[in-house]
């Protein structure tokens, strides 16, 4: 199969992926509180789907670490069928409250369980021969949810909420299709042939995954401290905009900026990551991070916001593919799914944090002081991650 072809199609996992990340995670406010629940309901649902998400993440992916039945394609096609059977159920249930709950919560965690396991896909793929251009795919995944955040919201204005439902199955049935047929050359039918010579130990327990990655474990903390400045802008983005004179339209102006904008780096990162070590290349991410919010403390205007945002140029755009490629060079080949799962965890519970100190801070002291405390964590997060890539060995 030509080397294109496998680009294209991963390419297409990773867009209905986010159309469907889009309409599941970015518009859940919206869902919910059409369907009657309150604020603080909606607060403790993402809650308690987000720390859940965190918690099974490695745990699933030690089980597809092992050899055995459950690969990476089978569980991204059990979450597709999750996610599409949830939503088709929250069409005919929608009021009954916590059936809503329960079940949103559910595809909710399961969209973010699978997230590693489709980057895992990318990478076991790559070692197999198949030419995948990680970046480009990745890239075209961030631009699937900006258009899908430039429309939505005016469907959802004129149609109603049960649409974001409807894009969930369809996305879902187009993402099924596409994976169920992205079988390794090699498999014939038979997946995960070879896994007799996979090399190294898996480690499975956190304590003997972080003592044979020191670097890294100790980088997850400062993962979680960049996290939290980055969802406490996400977050509560809307009040910073209206702070700025701004209102919903120039939310979506920003949230599009940024998310278009990581289109382009992540398309040419692995050309710098050839020159330049992952490890340094998450290090500057971080740094990125902390202007990015630093920018945000001192911005008097809407044009200053949108500067603000064009640092997402340098640092989420740069920290996803950096994390994957750390984690598939320095890491066993048993370990590498728990990887990106526990990267993607400390995504997790830098934005639980967030939303459980943001809120409180900007209700009591106001949008600077909660931005000034972003500053800080983010700030913690720089030493700490530069201290871990240049201070602690990638293996021990």
Known sequence: ?????????????????????????????????????????????????????????????????????????RFILIS??????????????????????????LIYMIQFAYQPVMTALCFEYQKAGCNIFYGLARGLGSASFAVTSAFIGGVVEKKGVDILLLVNVITMILSAIVVYTFKKPEDKGAERAGDEKAQGKAHNNILEFAKTYPAFSVFLIGTICFYFAHNMINDFMIQIIRSLGGAETELG????????????????????????????????????????????????NMAGMYVSQSFQLFAYAVFIPAAAYYVSTTMDELDQVKGQAYVTSAITVGGVFSNLISGIILDNFGIKAMLGTGCVVCAVGVIIGYAAMNRLPSHA
């Open 1 to 73: 199969m030509k080397s294109g072809s496998w680009t294209f199609r991963y390419t297409l996992i990773n867009m209905t992926y986010f159309a469907a990340f889009c309409t599941i995670h970015a518009m859940a406010a919206v869902y919910l509180l059409a369907n009657g629940f309150s604020n603080t309901e909606v607060g403790v649902l993402l809650a308690v789907a987000n720390i859940s998400s965190a918690l099974i993440q490695p745990y699933i992916a030690g089980i597809i670490d092992k050899p055995g039945p459950l690969t990476n394609r």
């Open 253 to 300: 102006y920003s949230n599009f900026l940024q998310a278009i904008l990581e289109l382009p780096v992540m398309a040419v990162i692995g050309f710098f990551l050839k020159k330049i070590s992952s490890g340094k290349m998450l290090v500057f991410s971080g740094t990125a991070f902390f202007v990015k919010i630093l920018i945000l403390m001192f911005v008097t």
């Open 80 to 105: 597709v069928f999750v996610i599409m059977i949830g939503s088709v159920l929250l069409k005919f249930l929608s009021s009954h409250k916590i059936i809503v709950f329960v079940i949103y919560a």
